[in-house]
């Protein structure tokens, strides 16, 4: 069973940075896209980025220039690099790969 586990998150001041991991098991992962979501108090679950099998990647509009997606396939791991973190990025960031969704992981940003 595909297993998705988010760490990496905490609170951190305006202006700083961050890298959140979701580690992966239950399958091969590198013939397939993976990807970040987020969600914030209040609001839905939206897209950060795609990390494609195919080794392309997309952005939503407020992770381009930011936040980098990136992946290992030899240890099935997804990262993503936030950096200039603003209090708005405050939210509980998702893993997702397929139908599959980790439990999630907080991030709070705010002096």
């Known amino acids: 069973q595909v297993q998705l586990v988010e760490s990496g998150g905490g609170l951190v001041q305006p202006r700083c940075s961050l890298r959140l991991s979701c580690a992966a098991s239950g399958r091969t992962f590198s013939d397939v896209n993976m990807g970040w979501y987020r969600q914030a108090p209040g609001k839905g679950r939206e897209l950060g980025a795609i990390?494609?099998?195919?080794?392309?990647?997309l952005y939503s509009d407020s992770a381009k220039g930011r936040f980098t997606i990136s992946r290992d396939n030899a240890t099935n791991t997804l990262y993503r690099q936030m950096n200039n973190l603003k209090p708005e990025d405050t939210a509980i960031y998702y893993c997702?790969?397929?139908?599959?969704w980790g439990q999630g992981t907080q991030v709070t940003v705010s002096s």
């Open positions: 990390s494609g099998y195919l080794g392309t990647t």
């Open positions: 997702n790969v397929l139908q599959y």
